[in-house]
T-cell receptor
């Protein structure tokens, strides 16, 4: 069966520090991968999605970037965190012929 | 890109009351539609989905949703809610381009 791992679960980082959140999927090949940010009352905002290695689509201009160095690995990064980057970040995957998305447990990021 | 609107931000019901949560999307082509639920402290999970066929779809825990193409709507319903249905509910649309969009979410509180 397929599983999705996202870490860390919580993270406290100072303003100006770099960020790297990692997400990996097991049990499937060539998944579509997504990064979302969840904010209270604002639902799930799609940040990035990827349909293959090295292919990243960005939905909103922001202080974040994403990379997909391997088929089942998706990384969310920032060179310098801002206070406004605080939030709950979710990784998700969907597969060919299976268009629903499956979510990781999320990372609570607090920038101080 | 498609967008999703959920009109109710917070709904408060008593047990045994009927529930209907609104969801409208903006996209003129073929869409796949979903409702996800997030119980307190848990990750997002799929409640039901519509790909094609019968526009009335049934999901887990007695939930159902009706796809009305002419209204671009996919409202979620349950005839009689329980206290355990207290959660946040998200409508989502995938237009087949690997771009899964979510609404802002509706928080449901069921009073015992």
């Amino acid at each position: 069966s397929q599983t999705i791992h996202q870490w860390p679960a919580t993270l406290v980082q100072p303003v100006g520090s770099p960020l790297s959140l990692e997400c990996t999927v097991e049990g499937t090949s060539n998944p579509n991968l997504y990064w979302y940010r969840q904010a209270a009352g604002r639902g799930l905002q799609l940040l990035f999605y990827s349909v293959g290695i090295g292919q990243i689509s960005s939905e909103v201009p922001q202080n974040l970037s994403a990379s997909r160095p391997q088929d089942r690995q998706f990384i969310l990064s920032s060179k310098k965190l801002l206070l406004s980057d605080s939030g709950f970040y979710l990784c998700a995957w969907s597969g060919i012929g299976v268009t629903e998305a499956f979510f990781g447990q999320g990372t609570r990021l607090t920038v101080v | 890109a498609q967008s999703v609107s959920q009109h109710n931000h917070h709904v408060i019901l008593s047990e045994a009351a009927s529930l209907e949560l609104g969801c409208n999307y903006s996209y003129g082509g073929t869409v796949n539609l979903f409702w996800y639920v997030q119980y307190p402290g848990q990750h997002l999970q799929l409640l039901l989905k519509y790909f094609s066929g019968d526009p009335l779809v049934k999901g887990i825990k007695g939930f159902e949703a009706e796809f009305i193409k002419s209204k671009f709507s996919f409202n979620l319903r349950k005839p009689s809610v329980q206290w355990s249905d207290t959660a946040e509910y998200f409508c989502a649309v995938n237009a087949g381009n690997n771009d899964m969009r979510f609404g802002a979410g509706t928080r449901l509180t069921v009073k015992p």
